[in-house]
């Protein structure tokens, strides 16, 4: 066998995968586009909020926090707001309570966000506990740290066929033919086309593309310290980015793997929902782009050996949560692969396992 290990995608799922593996074998990374993160890695919000999302993924990306907190740089202060109309009552206080915001009163919001609109913003709660990530600079330490340990990553490097060998895989790509151990499926919205391939059978996952739209700093005032503001029931989301500020519908359309792109009436509707809480309207958009959340039937990542394939092990699912899940899920995988034991709850390994499904 050329490789112990084989994954295959180049998103943080993959890089921060091979980083955890490498010094227990050798590791081959296979992405299809010619840089890593073309995909959802390289179009998410980038933050961290280790409340949001299910347990299982509130337990990864709570287990990430140190190794944030000891990555040089790589986190930054940003906050979290919550805003509602009055007939939202009900489901501002369900997201507040879930991810632990404090309600605020409407004149202390608009110290913060001087542009929230006194007409419909009805509900407001805020909490600290939310921060942007760097996400080039976390990806590129995994790859840095990867490559160190004798990792290598191929780009330009799509698998087209995955065949048995013996024990193990041998895949086809357009840089030659390569085999491998184990099989690493970090394919993200292609995961299942990636089983496919393998003759594993898929586990229904469900790309869902979610918009974005850069639009200048409102009123020209100074955003760099506004936290992200949620619309209840994420009904769209609001966050500063490098002087300007992004907008997102929080769409979830189904759509199948694809280079995601935004979809205009989307990304007008999302806009107008964020006007009718702010005072100043949006005049122009400096920029769009959509990326994929890729979730699984019960929207829990899967992290874990097929067991009805022998070799074939699952990293995929990540949702809207790959970012700040990835420290920990990465270590899981590392630890799972290499039958190493994991300090991760095993109620919460048991629910992020493939085999629930089968
Ligand atoms: C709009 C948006 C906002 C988000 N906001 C956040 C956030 O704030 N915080 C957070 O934590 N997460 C967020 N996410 C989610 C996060 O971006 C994803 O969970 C994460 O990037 C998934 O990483 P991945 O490596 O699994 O997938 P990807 O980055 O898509 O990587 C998979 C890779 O596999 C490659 N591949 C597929 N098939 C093959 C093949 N046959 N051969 C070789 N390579 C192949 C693809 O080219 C791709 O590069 C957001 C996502 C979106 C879209």
């Not at 490097?157 to 099989?183: E, H, K, N, Y």
Request: proline content about 6%; some cysteine; hydrophobic content about 45%.
């Amino acid at each position: 066998m050329d490789y112990d290990f084989l994954i295959i995608g180049g998103g943080i799922a993959g890089i921060s995968c091979a980083a955890r593996l490498s010094h227990a074998g050798k590791v081959l990374v296979l992405e299809a586009e010619d840089a890593l993160a073309h995909h959802a890695s390289g179009r998410s919000a980038a933050l961290y909020e280790p409340r949001y999302g299910l347990g299982p993924v509130v337990a990864l990306s709570m287990a990430s926090g140190d190794y944030f907190r000891s990555a040089k740089d790589v986190l930054s202060p940003r906050g979290m707001m919550i805003v509602g109309q009055a007939h939202e009552a009900a489901q501002f206080e369900a997201d507040a309570t879930d991810m632990d915001l404090v309600p605020i009163s409407l004149d202390a919001a608009r110290a913060i966000v001087p542009i929230l609109n006194p007409d419909t913003v009805a509900h407001v709660a805020l909490a600290d506990h939310a921060w942007d990530i760097d996400t080039d600079l976390l990806l590129q330490g995994f790859a840095r740290q990867a490559r160190a340990q004798g990792a290598e990553i191929l780009t330009k490097a799509p698998v087209t066929a995955i065949a048995r060998d013996g024990a193990g895989w041998r895949v086809t790509t357009a840089q030659g033919d390569f085999s491998a151990r184990i099989l690493v499926n970090a394919s993200g919205a292609w995961a299942d086309m990636v089983a496919g391939m393998a003759g594993v059978a898929p586990l229904g996952f469900t790309p869902l593309r979610r918009s974005m739209a850069r639009i200048p700093a409102p009123g020209g005032l100074d955003i760099s310290r506004w936290p992200m503001i949620f619309g209840a029931g994420e009904t769209w989301y609001s966050k500063p980015d490098a002087g300007a500020l992004i907008v997102s519908p929080a769409e979830e359309h189904l759509t199948t793997p694809h280079d995601a792109f935004a979809d205009d009436m989307v990304l007008a509707e999302g806009l107008a929902r964020y006007e009718e809480m702010v005072t100043e309207p949006v005049t122009r958009m400096l920029a769009n782009w959509a990326g994929l959340r890729t979730f699984s039937p019960d929207r829990v990542p899967v992290i874990g050996f097929d067991r009805h394939s022998p070799g074939f092990f699952w990293l995929a699912g990540q949702g809207g949560y790959g970012f700040q899940s990835a420290p920990a899920a990465s270590q899981l995988a590392a630890d799972l692969l290499t039958g190493t034991a994991s300090a991760m709850d095993p109620d919460v390994i048991a629910t992020l396992s493939p085999n629930r499904f089968a």
